[in-house]
């Protein structure tokens, strides 16, 4: 399964919202700093989805604000 998601890094919340096109905007606490939003943005989607981490993969867009997981 592929998804598009849009990635905020330095929210304040840590959220995930569904958009109608079926793709992922996912606010997170990190800061776009040596990985540490992509390790977050791996960890949350692993809980919401019930998947170990390793099962996810950042396809494109590894320092970029639009990812394909």
């Not at 960890?43 to 867009?61: F, M, N, Q, T």
Request: glycine letters at 4%.
């Amino acid at each position: 399964m592929q998804k598009k998601v849009k990635v905020k890094p330095n929210s304040k919340q840590q959220k995930i919202e569904e958009q109608t096109d079926g793709s992922l905007t996912v606010h997170l606490k990190s800061p776009p700093l040596d990985g540490k939003a992509n390790e977050e943005l791996i960890k949350i989607l692993a809980e919401k989805y019930d998947v170990p981490k390793s099962h996810i993969k950042i396809k494109s867009g590894l320092s970029s604000r639009l990812k394909l997981i």
